[in-house]
């Protein structure tokens, strides 16, 4: 279900989040953004921006002013490798714009279709040991402050690393511009494998991979590896056969049927997840790198991520079987398990550290709170910080602690945002109010 951009009654792309907004704003400069912000400044209200509705937490829940920046959404200049766009741009649609400059972005995640701003401000990333998270390639970042000032933050700004990963609780994104590369070709290998060979081998494979991660599917000892390299040449291409077969009837077509199977016959999803692990079979392939990364995501669920510190990480795996095991529901979805290496953005979920990220997932109008919750209290304890667009159930108590910067963080937002024009529940409880 796709909401209106205009409609008063939103709902995120995972069907757990909805609101229902006073107004509904659709700016179409960054003057009308800074105008619409300084109006609700001047008379006590709120503003949440809103991206693709990607984000699982109510993180983007407005129930004053909603505004949209669909309409923010062009290419504003290119500089070599520095690209500055407009914050509602989709990445699909950057993706494009880069392709046609001979550029990419370095890394990116395996959906395609949330805002330039919205992914960068809840800590979007893929997997890489030199990679973090998206917000690690900005270079400045243009924003409408929650008293209608126009922003601008580079690098030598001391506000800076706070406004990269801001949450949406520091102003409005307008501007972004993203240090690129020259585009590149990935040779993508993906093959099922035991899952304890996959995890014997990953001390070699992260370093000597440029992208490594791996799917376990519960109830079996199964996994999918994935590991993308860049290579000189598009000399492999998949056929446009396999990749439908793969990307668009097995992994969404079939899998919608089988998880609405798996929903009416509980009983059935280890059976399900058996013939699962085994039904991708192995695949090398070359392709442009976002193809790679990016792929079609249509069957609905809830996630929760996790980072954990890369040593922790089988400790969480060890425990996640009997966590599974011991639910009142089936799980339907498979574990992803992806790395990164050390940011420097003050609320980066892998600020400071080698990181472990492991996201469990539930089909749309499945119970997934004990779940969810049991994989945090394994992770929390491990100093572990969970995305900030993904479920949890952390507060500012306990997350200032896992963020040496929180501190710091908060009293950018006191002088960005000192009436909290931008706040919501959400902000409230992961900030403090």
Not at 83 to 100: S, Y
Not at 236 to 264: H, I, M, Q, Y
Not at 317 to 344: H, N
Request: net charge negative.
């Amino acid at each position: 279900m796709t909401t209106p951009l205009n409609a008063r009654r939103w709902i995120n792309w995972g069907g757990n989040q909805q609101a229902i907004a006073a107004d509904v704003l659709t700016p179409g400069t960054v003057d009308e953004v800074a105008a619409h912000v300084k109006d609700a400044s001047g008379n006590g209200r709120k503003v949440k921006a809103v991206g693709s509705g990607h984000s699982f937490t109510a993180i983007a829940v407005a129930n004053d002013q909603r505004m949209v920046l669909h309409r923010l959404n062009e290419l504003i200049s290119v500089d070599g490798d520095l690209v500055t766009v407009q914050a509602g741009m989709p990445l699909a649609k950057l993706n494009a714009l880069l392709a046609e400059h001979g550029l990419a972005m370095p890394n990116l995640g395996d959906i395609d279709q949330q805002t330039v701003a919205g992914a960068i401000s809840t800590g979007t990333h893929g997997t890489g040991e030199k990679h973090c998270t998206l917000a690690s390639c900005v270079e400045a970042v243009t924003l409408v402050t929650g008293s209608g000032e126009v922003l601008t933050a580079g690098k030598d700004d001391e506000i800076f690393p706070a406004t990269r990963i801001g949450l949406g609780a520091l102003g409005v994104l307008v501007e972004v511009t993203l240090r690129c590369v020259p585009a590149f070709t990935l040779l993508a290998d993906e093959r099922p494998m035991a899952l304890a060979d996959v995890l014997a081998g990953l001390e070699e494979w992260i370093p000597s991979n440029d992208h490594v991660e791996f799917y376990w599917y519960p109830y079996t000892d199964r996994a999918q590896l994935k590991r993308n390299n860049r290579v000189a040449e598009h000399d492999r291409p998949l056929s446009p056969f396999r990749g439908w077969l793969d990307d668009e009837f097995l992994s969404n077509t079939l899998w919608e049927g089988v998880c609405r199977l798996g929903k009416a016959v509980p009983a059935a999803v280890p059976t399900i997840q058996s013939v699962a692990a085994r039904a991708l079979t192995a695949r090398t392939y070359t392709e442009r790198s976002d193809r790679v990364f990016c792929t079609p995501r249509r069957v609905r669920f809830t996630e929760m991520e996790y980072e954990v510190p890369r040593a922790a990480l089988p400790e969480v795996l060890a425990a996640l079987p009997k966590i599974i095991d011991g639910l009142p529901f089936r799980v339907q979805f498979p574990v992803e398990v992806r790395f990164t290496g050390p940011d420097d953005v003050w609320l980066s979920h892998g600020y400071g550290r080698e990181s472990a990220y492991i996201a469990i997932h539930q089909y749309s109008g499945v119970d997934y709170e004990p779940y969810f919750r049991a994989m945090e209290a394994v992770c929390q304890p491990l100093g572990g910080r969970p995305h900030w667009g993904k479920l949890h159930y952390r507060t500012a108590e306990d997350l200032r602690p896992v963020y040496p910067k929180f501190d710091d963080f908060l009293a950018v937002r006191n002088r960005l945002d000192p009436a909290r024009v931008f706040a919501n529940d959400y902000l409230d409880r992961v900030l403090g109010a």
